[in-house]
């Protein structure tokens, strides 16, 4: 009788230690693809084009929308794996391409701005004969650019006409930020200018430091990073710096805002989230 009450709790053990272990080669094994990473990566298409594609992507739907450095506007089919239209201009360091709201905006080597539908029709066109020496921001209602390093243009987004010009004292390397209700950008002598959405100078904040190209505008604060490895929070409405925080390193491109968090990525491979 007791062998076989022995015999019973050594298979119950057994059971139970077997069970213990499959479920903690379960839990401990790895999700695969595409419930989890899996690694190496393998390349599935490539696509052939003239030239390095610029540094942002735009997407809506199953389109990918991108420029290129040779002048090319490309608009690439997600499902039929294809570029089903392309636009050709002159070309620009300067030529990001931009969505918003179901059109594409960008400017070009000869200082003309383009809007363009999805379908690849042109909106309008408008032509500053000037050159253009900063990426396009544009907001609901506004489109603003730098042309020749120190003169900042606002457009009308929905027509393309010239509203107003903002002759800068300093020359213009960081920005333009478009908000709701404010402009932002950065002079070379290390100073932070705030326009009103009519290009009128509401306010002006010397920091003693050059700030790098990239400037976020989130609801009323604004968000920016300077040569001395520092990134700041500005409040718009009360004109003064929230925060600051040395991350060691210089900002390699604009923030991004990703559920009430800042991603930052640094120029040494280093990626902060605040």
């Not at 570029?83 to 201009?89: A, D, G, L, Q, V």
């Not at 290390?190 to 700030?211: A, N």
Request: proline residues 5%.
């Amino acid at each position: 009788m007791k062998r076989h009450v022995l015999r019973i709790s050594t298979v119950l053990f057994l059971l139970i230690f077997i069970s213990a272990g499959a479920a903690c080669f379960l839990k401990k094994k790895p999700l695969i693809y595409p419930r989890g990473p899996f690694f190496p990566l393998q390349i599935k298409i490539k696509l052939n084009f003239s030239g390095s594609p610029l540094k942002y992507l735009a997407q809506a739907g199953n389109h990918l929308f991108w420029t290129t450095s040779e002048g090319e506007l490309l608009a690439y089919n997600t499902i039929t794996r294809k570029i089903i239209w392309r636009f050709s201009f002159p070309p620009s360091t300067f030529s990001l391409v931009r969505l918003f709201e179901n059109y594409l905006y960008w400017g070009d080597g000869e200082g003309q701005i383009r809007c363009f539908t999805l379908a690849g029709n042109q909106v309008w066109q408008t032509g500053l004969r000037k050159k253009l020496t900063s990426p396009l921001a544009v907001s609901k209602k506004l489109i603003c650019v730098v042309v020749e390093d120190n003169k900042l243009f606002g457009f009308d987004r929905e027509k393309g006409q010239i509203l107003w010009k903002y002759d800068s004292p300093e020359k213009i390397i960081a920005g333009p930020a478009l908000g709701q209700n404010w402009i932002v950008f950065g002079g070379e002598k290390g100073t932070l200018f705030k326009l009103d959405l009519s290009g009128r100078l509401r306010f002006y904040l010397p920091l003693g430091e050059r700030l790098t190209s990239a400037v976020l505008i989130e609801q009323e604060r604004c968000y920016f990073s300077t040569r001395s490895n520092n990134f700041y929070a500005f409040d718009l409405r009360k004109n003064k710096i929230i925060w600051q925080i040395n991350l060691g390193g210089e900002s390699l491109t604009s923030p991004l805002s990703w559920e009430n968090k800042l991603v930052v990525p640094l120029w040494s491979g280093v990626l902060f989230c605040l």
